[in-house]
């Protein structure tokens, strides 16, 4: 059974620093890209930051310079650090992985963790 339980969120202040967590279990996690993705209220699920199986790593535009992910393959799993923190960073944000497995794509999310940045 695939397993995503997210950690780190919680209330901050503008101009503030969270580390968000994911460890997964239950999949191969160094052969599938990680990712996080953000849902505000009212607004669809986009896209925060993606690191790939070989490392390789993609940011939203609003986040670059401000948001870092990264992966530990030995603990299972994926981290955003998230600094410079504003308002319309509220949202819950959720831990993806990806993997395509003899031609089927395999998507697997976690519940989420409420980030909510205050003014």
């Known amino acids: 059974q695939v397993q995503l339980v997210e950690s780190g969120g919680g209330l901050v202040q503008a101009g503030g620093s969270l580390r968000l967590s994911c460890a997964a279990s239950?999949?191969?996690?160094?052969?599938?890209?990680m990712g996080w993705y953000r849902q505000a209220p009212g607004k669809q699920r986009e896209l925060v930051a993606v690191v790939t199986s070989s490392g390789s790593t993609n940011y939203a535009d609003s986040m670059k310079g401000r948001f870092t992910i990264s992966r530990d393959n030995a603990k299972n799993t994926v981290y955003l650090q998230m600094s410079s923190l504003k308002p319309e960073d509220t949202a819950v944000y959720y831990c993806?992985?990806?993997?395509?497995?003899?031609?089927?794509?395999?998507?697997?999310w976690g519940q989420g963790t409420q980030v909510t940045v205050s003014s």
């Open positions: 239950g999949i191969i996690f160094r052969l599938n890209d």
């Open positions: 993806n992985a990806q993997r395509v497995l003899a031609g089927i794509p395999r998507d697997y």
